[in-house]
């Protein structure tokens, strides 16, 4: 019986990591691509075009906001089933799409598709994970976002050069869609609630519906450090261009990619037996190191010595983040600690480019990459004081 608890590697874990990637490669596949399609199939501005892709990100928003909420009252695997149909429906209506209005309707709806799903699969890892083990379960699920980040775009930048390019990315969708609903109707999921999951959700007010309060402490770092690298996310290629590196450039995120992954394993081992600071620190350190040989890059190997430092900082600070918000959680409010995480996360992620965006054209990318750096030292006493100096107590760590 304690084996089979501390089993880590099940049909389950590999099934629903498995949906979580293919969900996530979707996202990236379209963003990369959906601008350049609304300006060249109806003429949209590029402010207009940017509105199409990022409004995906709010449709994600308001779908994480509920889901935490639903999934105490209809269960992961329901959650997870509305989510993948809502999502492969919304694929197929990207060939209904005979405006610019309809095609940001539609990207709206698949990012609330998206938010349900995510949620749904990140709230069962936590669920069928044993406590001893669930740092490291959480960082190897966490991986297939990453391969999907760096496997997505790719796909998608590959297929823009084919004939008919938008039209095969939008069936892809749909196929993968279908394969998402096939492989999860076949492997059955077994999560084990606990007794409390059955029971109402405590008293408490509005905003505790929807929110874990545990959760928001951690989540608040995670906003602040998804805010400093969006801008890495959406201006690489024209910093490549402005200084010259464009050929490095096109290895960042690989060299990202290898690094998270060689390193996930041991960073999530160490945060199930030794805590989370540990690993935080280095990785708020590094994380800074990196942005800061980014900001300065003027040879390729600066470029992709600085993505691994990133990889290595703020790719394991993510995983440790979503662990702990999940760790300092009651398991009948995992679906609201989950959710949470991922709504600021989100939130860093996607106000990052916008706002960045409004001063890159008066200082340049160097001194907005520079300032972040600023940004990432402020959130180690900041996490110290939300979280490092409580985490063996939280985290019931002898």
């Known amino acids: 019986m304690t084996v089979t608890k501390e089993k ?13 990637f293919m969900i996530t490669l979707m996202f990236y596949l379209l963003i990369v691509t959906i601008a350049s399609y ?16 990022s409004i995906f990100i709010i449709g994600s928003l308001i779908g994480r906001l509920g889901t935490g909420r639903v999934i105490g009252d209809l269960g992961t695997k329901k959650t997870l089933w509305t989510g993948l149909v809502f999502f492969t429906i919304t694929s197929i209506l990207y060939f209904a799409a005979f405006n610019i209005g309809l095609l940001i ?12 799903a995510g949620t749904a699969t990140g709230t069962i890892i936590a669920q069928i994970l044993p406590n001893t083990r669930k740092g490291e379960g959480i960082g190897y699920y966490s991986l297939s976002a990453i391969l999907a980040t760096a496997i997505g775009p790719f796909i998608g930048i590959l297929l823009l050069k084919a004939e008919n390019g938008f039209q095969w990315i939008f069936a892809l969708n749909i196929v993968l869609s279908f394969v998402c609903l096939i492989i999860y109707a076949v492997v059955k999921i077994d999560v084990s609630l606990p007794k409390s999951s059955s029971q109402p959700l405590e008293k408490s007010s509005l905003i505790s519906k929807f929110i874990e309060p545990r959760a928001l402490p951690i989540s608040m770092v995670a906003l602040l450090i998804g805010f400093s690298y969006s801008g890495v ?22 060299i990202y990619a290898i690094v998270v992954i060689i390193s996930r394993p ?60 999940v760790k300092v959680t009651p398991p009948h409010r995992f679906g609201l600690a ?12 996607g106000i990052g480019p916008f706002l960045l965006g409004f001063i890159v054209p008066y200082s340049g990318y160097r001194p907005i990459f520079l300032s972040m750096v600023v940004l990432i030292v402020i959130c180690i006493p900041l996490y110290h004081l939300l979280h490092g100096r409580k985490d063996k107590e939280l985290l019931n760590i002898s």
Do not use: H
């Not at 609304?38 to 892709?53: E, H, I, P």
């Not at 996310?233 to 050929?247: G, H, N, P, Q, R």
């Open 8 to 20: 880590l590697w099940t049909k389950q874990f590999l099934i629903v990591s498995l949906i979580n």
């Open 38 to 53: 609304a300006q060249s199939k109806y003429g949209a501005s590029t402010s207009t075009a940017g509105l199409v892709s």
């Open 105 to 116: 309707i539609i990207r709206l709806l698949q990012g609330i598709a998206v938010g349900i």
């Open 233 to 254: 996310m959406s201006f690489l290629s024209f910093y490549a261009l402005e200084v010259d590196l464009v050929s490095a450039a096109s290895y960042f995120f690989l």
């Open 266 to 325: 041991f960073t999530g081992k160490l945060l199930d037996t030794k805590g989370a600071n540990i690993v935080a620190y280095p990785c708020f350190v590094l994380f800074a190191l990196g942005m800061f040989l980014f900001s300065q890059a003027t040879a390729g190997w600066m470029l992709l010595l600085a993505a691994a430092l990133i990889g290595f900082g703020y790719g394991n600070f993510n995983s440790i983040a979503q662990s702990v918000a």
């Open 338 to 349: 989950t959710s949470t995480y991922f709504i600021l996360y989100d939130i860093g992620l």
